[in-house]
């Protein structure tokens, strides 16, 4: 049988993850000595709350290859068992570098997969493999088809400011399209593994209006969401309209959680598709 | 009426009592075009005074008169100072390069089409004089794309008709002129009649009189006595100022260039001491005790000329016409406290050095070649570091009350050293100046994206996307503009009707994208008589601060704002324009 792994920043919540018979492996979010594990101890709107209160500023780390073995362990009880463990992109994270060291440890019977993206975009991928297991496809289809799916997502994140990003160490070549003396929101794509600053906006209306026609003019798409960080209220925003532009398909909607929230920081408003094969 | 006058006695002889002038080579053309600097010169304050609205604006007179003389510059180097056609092509690509805003890239288009009408002729006679008129109408009327009666094109066109008909019963280029400078300050008397903005600000057309001006100039220097050498002619010249007698403003308002103190600068004295320019008006007060005003005037009036030094032991005003105001500066400070010193040049010559400044730093570093650059035009250092810090490769120094020559323009792009480059003209009066460098920079692809203000500008830059290509970026910059609403906050120069309101001199008001829509006596009061009409409540408004502005005023001015607009995001930026003490816009 073929187990599904994927990690926290996929916001995958635990009460879903249960439904679905996925397992998520977090990541650790750390307040100075305070640490938590992303999700578990900590949910996103506890975590933007703290962040609203100020004073010390979260870090993040992947979970350690032993997190990793511990659930390949548990899951490959029986001689039949697969894994196939889906993360975010190595390009953003170590935690795919500690899954294929925990995987080397046991055979070929774990396959990690860099999706390339993040949070609904992992999500994506996720649900794809299980309709795929659910429609009866066997290991190797699985594996292939989720490997021909990540070229097809684009994951989208407006955020509301720079700070976070930039406190993170995440913002590399951004900076300089991003960077002055005006204050502005920048429009993130994320695709193919990496971070790429797509506009800039000054207020989130302009921000919103470009998001949803990057949307639209990526064609037929297999799969939408939208994702905020403590702000359901821009998500409530885009809800109905990505709801009018595609009818026919179930809108994926969600929180940025801790992790990624660290580096997006509070009041981003996202969208993400898988663009159809 | 106007013409009529002056039809009757330019400078107090008759056509009718000479021998007709019925050949003009290359020298009497320079002379000609000398003299209407030196016309157009002497009025550029009048012609600047006809704005319409009563904002510190683009200077028409100003922007005509730089551009006249970098033609002028030109034609003195032809290659056949002899020749007609040699002298009057390299004015009008001296007109080109020189141009500044909408009047001036006009002005160059009626030059070039007067030259092209000379073309191949060493000397032109009268009925050449009249087809290059004609010419000159053609060309000016192809540049604009949508052509308006009641400006400057309506003055070429009826100026060129009547001196082809008078060419038609004369031989006489004497007799052309004239009747084409009655004829022109005729149609401008008529613009009003022809335009509503006119008619309700109470002015003529700025870029009309401006053309009769130089017209009347050129004419003057060849209705010099014959018997003297065309070049002197200027000299000649009797001095008189241009409307005078009948030349009213339309509305009541005073006679142009009325009264002795304009006059004075005007009009004699403009052209008395053209070679050596205007020099630099200085002012400044001297703070006693114990001052001697009568040895001060003595001191310091040897220094310069129309000086004036006024005052008692305590406090001294002083205010010279000099061609060296540091020596002036330095004696007086010998004397006494300097204060409220305020040195200007008269000739606008720091207009040049400006440009020369940003072409030479523009040069300087060069920068490494890129597919796509983006040239911005900035007043203000506040504005020059935003546009900077998002992405523009070049900025040109220029504004509302300065617009940058097509030269200026040119440099930068050049200098922006990239296959594709986007001009940003952030003013409604640069963008002429703006479309004509592309098929100057045959090298560059130069596309124009029509900002018609800062923040339009910054807007526009926001949506730049420096991977995608030159087509994609114009359309997206162009989409982009739409989304902003511009605010520019003034004080104006004068009393006025405009878009149905009445305005008095010192009122603030409030343009909005191009019209004004709120008038009042302070600022915080008449951005939110704009705040409340706004239709739709903004998200975020920028605050740009101007010159004369600090930074805890306009923070106050957003605290109150604020409280008013609790939902709204406000910012605060140092944008560093001069006139307009703030810039907003809203999104």
């Known amino acids: 049988m073929l187990h599904i792994v994927t990690d926290s920043t996929s916001d995958i919540l635990p009460s879903e993850a249960a439904a679905l018979g996925v397992r998520v492996v977090p990541l650790t979010v750390r307040f100075g000595e305070e640490q938590f594990r992303d999700g578990v101890d900590l949910d996103a709107d ?45 390009k953003l994270s170590g935690t795919l570098q ?129 994702m905020h960080s403590g702000a359901p209220r821009l998500l409530e925003e885009v809800r109905p309209r990505l709801t009018a532009a595609y009818p026919e398909l179930e809108l994926g909607t969600g929180q940025i959680g801790p992790v990624v929230g660290t580096y997006a920081g509070p009041g981003a408003i996202g969208a993400a598709c898988l663009r159809a094969g | 009426m106007a013409g009529a006058d002056r039809d009757a006695a330019p400078s107090g002889v008759t056509a009718t009592e000479r021998e007709p002038l019925r050949e003009i080579g290359g020298r009497q053309v320079m002379a000609g075009l000398t003299s209407a600097l030196a016309w157009l010169q002497a009025n550029q304050e009048v012609v600047n005074d006809l704005n319409v609205f009563p904002v510190p604006d683009g200077d028409t007179g100003s922007n005509m008169y730089l551009t006249l003389r970098s033609a002028v510059e030109d034609a003195a180097k032809a290659p056949e100072p002899g020749s007609a056609a040699s002298v009057m092509q390299a004015a009008a690509h001296g007109s080109l390069m020189g141009a500044r805003g909408n ?57 060129a008709a009547a001196g082809k008909r008078a060419a038609e019963g004369s031989d006489d280029i004497r007799q052309v002129l004239q009747t084409a400078v009655a004829e022109a300050h005729a149609a401008v008397e008529r613009t009003p009649d022809q335009l509503a903005v006119l008619r309700d600000a109470g002015v003529v057309d700025a870029g009309g009189l401006g053309f009769a001006v130089i017209l009347e100039g050129f004419a003057r220097a060849l209705d010099g006595d014959p018997g003297v050498a065309a070049e002197d002619a200027l000299a000649l010249v009797a001095p008189r100022r241009v409307g005078e007698p009948a030349l ?50 003595e001191e310091l009036g040897a220094l310069g000329d129309s000086s004036l030094v006024v005052g008692d032991e305590e406090l001294v005003r002083v205010h010279i016409h000099t061609h060296d105001p540091a020596v002036l500066i330095t004696r007086a400070a010998e004397r006494g406290r300097l204060s409220k010193l305020k040195v200007e040049d008269m000739s606008i010559q720091h207009h040049d050095i400006l440009e020369r400044a940003a072409a030479e ?209 406000f910012e605060v930026h140092d944008g560093g324009q001069e006139h307009y003490p703030y810039i907003l816009s809203l999104e």
């Not at chain 1, 997190?67 to 975010?88: K, M, N």
Request: aromatic residues 4%.
């Open chain 2, 248 to 297: 009213r403003r339309p509305g009541g308002g005073p006679a142009i260039a009325s009264g002795a103190a304009p006059g004075e600068r005007r009009g004699a004295a403009a052209v008395a001491v053209r070679h050596e320019g205007w020099g630099y008006c200085t002012e400044f007060l001297i703070g006693g005790p114990g001052l001697d005003v009568d040895a001060l005037r």
């Open chain 2, 361 to 569: 730093e523009a040069q300087r570093p060069p920068a490494p070649h890129k597919a796509l650059g983006v040239v911005s035009v900035a007043p203000g250092q506040g504005f020059r570091s935003i546009l900077t810090g998002l992405g523009a490769d070049g900025i040109v120094e220029g504004g509302q009350t300065m617009n940058p020559s097509i030269e200026a323009l040119l440099n930068a792009v050049r200098a922006a050293n990239a296959d594709s480059v986007i001009i940003l003209p952030n003013n409604g009066n640069v963008i002429m100046t703006a479309l004509e460098v592309d098929a100057l920079a045959p090298e560059v692809a130069v596309r124009v994206v029509p900002t018609r203000s800062l923040p339009q500008g910054i807007t526009a830059l926001l949506a730049l996307d420096p991977g995608g290509d030159l087509a994609s970026n114009c359309a997206r910059m162009e989409e982009a503009i739409g989304g902003v609403v511009t605010v520019e906050i003034t004080h104006a120069v004068r009393d006025s009707t405009a878009d149905g309101q009445d305005i008095h001199e010192g009122d603030v008001i409030a343009v909005v994208d191009d019209r004004i829509t709120q008038v009042g006596r302070d600022h915080l009061s008449v951005v939110e008589a704009v705040l409340d009409h706004a239709g739709r409540e903004p998200e975020l408004i920028t605050v740009y601060r101007g010159a004369g502005i600090d930074e805890e005023t306009a923070e106050q001015l957003v605290v109150s704002l604020r409280r008013r607009h609790p939902d709204v995001e």
């Open chain 1, 98 to 226: 500690s899954a294929t060291l925990a995987a080397q440890e046991l055979d070929d019977r774990v396959t990690p997969v860099d999706s390339g993206s993040v949070s609904m975009g992992v999500q994506f991928l996720v649900r794809a493999a299980l309709r795929d297991l659910a429609a009866g496809a066997d290991v190797d289809t699985v594996v292939r088809n989720t490997e021909a799916r990540r070229s097809r997502l684009v994951v989208y994140v407006l955020l509301d400011t720079l700070t976070y990003l930039h406190r993170g160490g995440r913002i590399g070549a951004a900076q300089a399209f991003l960077g002055g003396v005006l204050n502005v929101k920048p429009l993130l794509r994320i695709a193919g593994g990496v971070v790429h600053p797509q506009a800039r906006v000054r207020n989130r209306r302009q921000g919103i209006d470009r998001m949803l026609a990057l949307l639209a003019e990526a064609g037929p798409l297999e799969a939408v969401g939208t």
């Open chain 1, 46 to 90: 506890a975590f933007y709350a703290r962040l609203a209160r100020g004073g010390i500023s979260p870090t993040t780390s992947q979970p350690s290859p032993e997190d990793f073995a511990a659930v390949y362990r548990e899951l490959l009880r029986e001689p039949g068992d697969r894994v196939l463990s889906i993360h975010i992109s190595q």
């Open chain 2, 103 to 159: 009047s001036g890239v006009i002005l160059s288009q009626v030059l070039r089409g007067f030259s092209q009408g000379l073309r191949g002729h060493q000397r032109v006679d009268a009925a050449g004089v009249a087809v290059a008129l004609g010419e000159a109408s053609a060309v000016a009327y192809k540049a604009v794309m949508k052509p308006t009666e009641g400006t400057i094109l309506t003055v070429v066109r009826e100026a």
